[in-house]
């Protein structure tokens, strides 16, 4: 609202000029622009207006299209005060064309240019970055549902592995006890097949042994027999030799008797008594034997 009517007060003081121009009789375009040049204030020319605007003109501007002076300025109302004030039809268009050129070198085309353009990238740059904030927005949220998902899908597939992983560990356990049963029974046969090796061979060294021991005492009761035979002919050849002594000694002995006993008197001490008497004793012994 501001920049309109900073906008209008300008158009008022061109008209005011032109009108006083009118009075004063202009008979040349270049009289009337340097008459206008003169009556116009120089604090409200285009481009001070426009270096003097503050931000909230700016920001009250949001919204506003690129425009020219024909479109903003009622020209009939113009052309026909001007008609009113004297000018003639020509003059007067005159007027209001070289009114809108000044207008649009002087103010529209830099509000066009700086202040519209500024707006316009002040505006894109809001949008871009609403539209960037809603992005990111919108990312954020697609890549935490998306990682909710994979979330969701690895607690799955973790789940469906440790699934596949019991059923692999019960496969694998079934298929070791099955081979451990068949291995089972393949040593069991091996140990049975053994154990009748052990025996046969046990049952042929108890026969060879059994045969040996046999032989062995065979020839030890030969080798006693004849040792026996031979040891029963000396004990009887000694037996006879020993009779056969006994009877020639007892014959000895009764032939010693039938002869005639000579007694010889001596006087014998205590000590040759007993000498005498033990020498008697073995005599008598070896006669007994």
């Known amino acids: ?48 207006l426009i ?57 529209f085309e830099t509000y066009n240019k700086k202040f519209l353009r500024k707006m316009e990238l002040e505006n894109q740059s809001h949008l871009f970055n609403a539209a960037e904030t809603e992005l990111r927005y919108a990312i954020q949220i697609s890549r935490e549902t998306a990682l909710n998902e994979q979330n969701l899908k690895l607690t799955k597939l973790n789940r469906d592995l440790q699934l596949l992983h019991d059923d692999l560990n019960e496969l694998l356990i079934n298929l070791l006890k099955k081979d451990s049963r068949v291995d089972f029974n393949d040593h069991k046969i091996e140990n049975t097949l053994l154990h009748r090796n052990i025996n046969l061979t046990l049952k042929d060294c108890n026969n060879k042994i059994g045969t040996r021991i046999i032989g062995n005492m065979k020839s030890e009761i030969e080798n ?9 002919l ?31 008197l001596h006087t014998i001490e205590p000590e040759e008594s007993s000498e005498n008497e033990s020498g008697e004793q073995q005599l008598s012994d070896g006669e007994d034997r």
């Open 51 to 107: 270096n003097k605007l503050p931000e909230e003109l700016i920001s009250e501007g949001n919204g506003l299209k690129s425009t020219t002076a024909e479109n903003q300025l009622d020209t009939l109302k113009y052309y026909n005060d001007l008609i009113q004030s004297g000018f003639s039809p020509k003059q007067s268009t005159k007027v209001i064309e070289l009114l809108l050129q000044t207008l649009n070198e002087e103010f």
């Open 234 to 264: 000396f004990a009887v050849l000694v037996l006879v030799f020993f009779i056969m002594s006994g009877v020639s000694i007892s014959k000895r002995i009764a032939t010693d008797n039938d002869k005639p006993v000579e007694v010889i």
């Open 1 to 48: 609202m501001k920049l309109l009517l900073r906008y209008g007060k300008f158009t008022r003081q061109l008209y005011r000029s032109a009108t006083l121009l009118t009075k004063v009789g202009p008979t040349n375009s270049a009289q009337f622009t340097k008459g206008l040049e003169n009556s116009i204030n120089k604090d409200d020319l285009p481009g001070n």
């Open 224 to 232: 006693l027999r004849w040792q026996t035979t031979r040891s029963g």
